[in-house]
């Protein structure tokens, strides 16, 4: 019986990740957004009928890779304020830089240059949480990435909203606006349990419950968070999530450097998912969170890059590798996160996180499209005795040639489709003058 497909996609390896195998010679068959079938090139060839056949010989196609935490509109003060420990980045650097400058203009076009990195390094999933959340989508939407829209919740004011009800407000709108779109899920994201209220906690629980929306928040990040709850509740900031009634399967707590065991425990036991981001807790000199045993405890896990702004780069090929190579480093054993399980936490793992598994994740009939390949024709990739070993110890995101999401190509041969890169260079250097003039300025008036 025949198979109808708009595009029958050919490579040299394909990964589906859900079930664990490398098919040699594979291809995958896509119609109408997505698979309908994966398999050897040879059969699929005899029963796919496709309108385009694409044939890329010396590469790894696999799913698209999930970002599953980071702040897309800050790409802007990318190296803005670099080499300071989390609190002082905070509110020395960052709280005032956005005090100044985040506006829709500022979000919309960050989150441009977010995409268009992300898209060219592979990424075909962003979960973003920042303020304006209206214009972080509608450059997600123009850019073609699929969005998970983090609906930001604090107590404190800033430009985007006055209070948490302010918050609430603003972003429940947003999710009116746009619920239906194309590629676009959301989140309800508290900032962290040092900025938000246990009145508000129970709001947004009740939210979730209503509109089943999952809850994005930093948690366990720093000694710091977990000093500060224990001083103004007598909790650990899980512990108070647990009591407000938070913990439980809508729960995506992201850095988590500093979890017990009976806490990690207690995360798998409700099934809870947390987001690893290892550049970012390097760089803020946070910590290493515990990988290997949340895996090991049956914690869904997500890789995710953090901001550039604490980073600097949306690369989860980095944080694929930096994640396996961390947890062997820790626990002295160099069997610890194999590169199955950093890169199943980059595709399934962070789909799973964030309420997508039976969307997106892996190469499985029924999902969407959302894949990519990766070139292992150069020299410096030679030779390639297992690929799923060679792309998270040995490539990179400068080997992604073609990224397609919910079945459309959004780059081409490492050529972005969806905006134009000369634009995008003119836009950020249009805004580091103005930061920059901004901070001079500043630095000016402080010593006069």
């Not at 005090?99 to 979960?127: I, K, Q, Y």
């Not at 850019?143 to 209070?163: C, H, K, N, P, S």
């Not at 509740?233 to 647990?242: D, I, N, Q, S, Y």
């Amino acid at each position: 019986m025949e198979t109808l497909a708009d595009e029958l996609i050919e490579a040299r390896w394909v990964l589906p990740v859900a079930p664990w195998q490398v098919i040699e010679r594979g291809a995958v068959a896509v119609r109408d957004g997505r698979i309908v079938a994966v398999g050897p090139a040879a059969e699929l060839a005899e029963r796919v009928v496709a309108t385009r056949h694409t044939r890329l010989l010396d590469h790894v196609l696999l799913p698209g890779l999930v970002n599953a935490h980071a702040h897309a509109g800050m790409t802007l003060l990318r190296g803005y304020a670099d080499d300071q420990p989390l609190m002082r980045w905070l509110h020395e650097s960052i709280w005032p830089a956005e005090a100044r400058w985040v506006e829709p203009g500022f979000v919309h076009d960050g989150t441009r240059l977010a995409c268009a990195e992300m898209l060219r390094g592979g990424v075909t999933t962003v979960s973003d949480m920042y303020f304006f959340p209206d214009a972080a989508i509608s450059a997600a939407q123009r850019a073609g990435i699929r969005m998970v829209a983090g609906l930001v919740v604090l107590e404190f004011a800033t430009a985007y909203a006055r209070d948490a009800a302010a918050y609430l407000h603003a972003g429940l709108a947003v999710r009116d606006r746009w619920v239906g779109a194309r590629n676009l899920h959301f989140t309800l994201a508290p900032h962290a349990p040092y900025t938000v209220a246990d009145s508000t906690f129970i709001e947004i629980a009740t939210y979730a419950a209503q509109l089943d929306l999952r809850v994005h928040i930093h948690l366990h990040e720093t000694q710091d968070e977990i000093a500060q709850g224990l001083a103004q509740t007598g909790e650990r900031p899980l512990a108070r999530l647990r009591r407000l009634g938070l913990l439980g399967p809508e729960l995506i707590g992201v850095h988590a450097v500093h979890l017990l065991d009976e806490e990690i425990a207690l995360l798998a036991e409700h099934g809870a998912a947390l987001v690893h981001c290892p550049v970012s807790n390097l760089k803020l000199g946070s910590g290493i969170a515990r990988l290997a045993d949340w895996l090991a405890a049956g914690v869904t896990v997500g890789l995710g890059s953090d901001g550039v702004a604490s980073n600097n780069r949306h690369d989860l090929f980095a944080e694929m590798r930096l994640a396996a190579l961390l947890a062997k480093g820790v626990s002295g054993d160099a069997a610890a996160v194999p590169a199955q399980q950093a890169l199943t936490a980059a595709t399934l793992g962070g789909a799973t996180a964030l309420g997508l598994g039976d969307e997106i994740g892996s190469l499985t009939p029924g999902k969407a499209a959302d894949l990519i390949a990766v070139s292992l024709a150069g020299a410096d990739q030679q030779p390639v005795f297992d690929p799923v070993s060679q792309l998270v110890y040995c490539a990179g995101r400068e080997q992604v040639s073609d990224v397609w999401v919910a079945g459309e190509r959004r780059v081409a041969e490492a050529c972005l489709q969806t905006d134009d890169e000369r634009e995008l260079r003119a836009l950020a250097a249009d805004w580091q003058l103005r930061i920059a003039g901004q901070a001079h300025l500043n630095r000016n008036e402080s010593n006069a």
